[in-house]
């Protein structure tokens, strides 16, 4: 069995993996450690969610910071302010052995920009942001990305589904030089091909895992064929049916999220909303209480759940398939991470059985007929 010795990692990042009970290299990790800390080369690693890429590009990044140069020299980008906390959370628990300290700044929207800007004034080596906040940070002359050596693009394609295109091309113009770019992504639709071939090497090293397959092995798919008129009642006996288990529940819109999670409070649910209407400190509140595991179900809008990360949920609900077939990658990957299996389960009309088989036919899926 492989370890993170073999892998090249340093005995000091190795020894805070095993305090955060990572112990064996998942296949992201695996194949792609060796190549980021042997080679200054592009990379671009197409994975599933859930896989363990903070790792796979995190402990490479730390290897390429200077300590005693106190310039930033890498920036890592991604979609959503969790996912941005998260990682910096991630990389700051790696370098808890680390001979030398590494500083590194989250930057995201939702928090007052003059506090970043105070921050930034202190030595810092790595920048987690989000593209938006960046430029923001950029044109008033708090960061400077002349020294960054290493981009690292997480969800790539989350970034681009949530419209941070124009942005994206500013800051690879902004930090161009010779800097490397590792790009990560569950899809690659036709604009992550533009990036790859504008902003990056030809010979960039490529890595896939589970490349015959576009969403995760771990998850069974499972459609229920209801009306309209029934679905909330369906709804409410699979709830029952997975007992314990803790999941999230997708609708299309913030309305429908809304009026779902009203009808669900009223049958004694434990459950809140994650939609697009929400101040950031709402939103704060209720992703905290869901990861504490003091509320059971979210129920969620598309790009509201984006950069959602939390482990040991048992399921996701599709109380409408999603208008888009990366969306459907991206919901069920919230459910068997890290290893673990999970289900995902589509509440659907008679008139959906055959977008259920053109998402079974795109994404190489099968799914199973089950009731609730």
């Known amino acids: 069995m492989t370890t993170f010795k073999d892998l090249g990692v340093h005995g000091n990042y190795i020894k805070a993996l095993k305090e955060l009970n990572i112990k064996t290299p998942t296949e992201i990790q695996e194949k792609t450690i060796p190549v980021l800390l042997k080679s200054k080369t592009d990379f671009i ?14 402990l490479p990044v730390l290897n390429t910071i200077d300590p005693s140069s106190a310039v930033v020299q890498a920036l890592i980008l991604s979609p959503t302010r969790e996912l941005v906390q998260q990682i910096k959370k991630q990389l700051f628990k790696f370098t808890k052995y680390a001979s030398e300290k590494i500083f590194m700044e989250a930057i995201y929207g939702g928090e007052k920009i003059e506090i970043q800007i105070g921050r930034l004034q202190r030595p810092t ?5 989000t593209p938006g906040r960046l430029i923001d940070l ?4 708090s960061i400077n990305l002349r020294s960054v050596n290493t981009i690292v693009l997480d969800e790539a394609d989350e970034m681009l589904s949530m419209g941070f295109k124009k942005e994206l091309d500013a ?17 690659m639709p036709e604009e992550i091909q533009r990036i790859i071939t504008k902003y990056m090497s ?5 890595v896939a895992v589970n490349k015959d397959s576009l969403v995760n092995a771990n998850i069974s798919h499972q459609y229920l064929i209801t009306s309209i008129a029934n679905k909330s009642n369906v709804l409410i006996n699979l709830l029952d049916k997975f007992g314990e ?16 999670v009203k009808e669900l409070k009223e049958e004694g649910f434990s459950v809140d909303a994650l939609e697009g209407d ?13 990861k504490k595991g003091t509320l059971q179900y979210l129920v969620s809008t598309d790009v509201s759940a984006r950069g959602i990360d939390v482990t040991n949920l048992a399921f996701v609900i599709h109380h409408q398939l999603p208008e888009n077939m990366e969306y459907y990658t991206h919901r069920s990957g919230r459910t068997a991470r890290a ?4 289900v995902s389960v589509a509440l659907i009309l008679p008139s959906e059985l055959q977008r259920v088989h053109e998402i079974q036919k795109t994404l190489g899926i099968k799914f199973k007929e089950t009731v609730s």
């Open 45 to 58: 690693g197409l994975a599933q969610t859930g896989t363990g890429k903070t790792a796979a590009y995190g």
């Open 125 to 129: 080596h790595i920048i987690v942001a």
């Open 138 to 141: 950029i044109e008033k002359g």
């Open 171 to 187: 800051i690879l113009n902004y930090s161009s030089g010779s800097r490397k770019t590792w790009l990560f992504s569950a899809t």
């Open 202 to 206: 030809p010979d960039a090293v490529k």
């Open 245 to 260: 288990g803790r999941g999230i529940v997708f609708c299309r819109t913030k309305l429908g999220a809304q009026k779902l």
């Open 278 to 290: 929400m101040m950031q400190r709402e939103r704060d509140k209720v992703m905290r209480m869901f």
């Open 339 to 342: 290893g673990k299996t999970g």
